[in-house]
Nanobody, 123 residues
Framework: QLQLVESGGGLVQPGGSLRLSCAAS????????IGWFRQVPGKGREGVAC????????AYADSVKGRFTISRDSAKHTVYLQMNSLKPQDTGVYYC????????????????WGQGTQVTVSS
């Protein structure tokens, strides 16, 4: 059973940056597509970014294009979400997810989920 651990959340001012990490508790993430999702109270889980296994194709929500970057470090068995130019509307709990299928921003297609990490963008 794959277990995912997110880290890197916190409080940041508008315009600031954070880097989230997603690691497997054991083994590698190389054969999994990875997605990052965020959720705020009262709303559904929103797909933010995803990356395929293999060729590493990526996709982003329109709201974060040009500001967020998803990447893999296979040597460290970790996937990162670099978030720049953060806005208050980026606030939420960010979840890492994994699946052996194709990467997608649809949350219901992912089998494995981390516990989430809080990101708060506020002055």
């Amino acid at each position: 059973q794959l277990q995912l651990v997110e880290s890197g959340g916190g409080l940041v001012q508008p315009g600031g940056s954070l880097r989230l990490s997603c690691a497997a508790s054991s083994g590698t993430l190389d054969r999994y597509a990875i997605g990052w999702f965020r959720q705020v109270p009262g709303k559904g889980r929103e797909g933010v970014a995803c990356i395929d296994s293999g060729d590493g194709d990526t996709a982003y929500a329109d709201s974060v294009k040009g500001r967020f970057t998803i990447s893999r470090d296979s040597a460290k068995h970790t996937v990162y979400l670099q978030m720049n130019s953060l806005k208050p509307q980026d606030t939420g709990v960010y979840y890492c997810s994994a699946d052996e299928g194709l990467a997608t921003l649809n949350f219901y297609l992912y089998a494995y989920w981390g516990q989430g990490t809080q990101v708060t963008v506020s002055s």
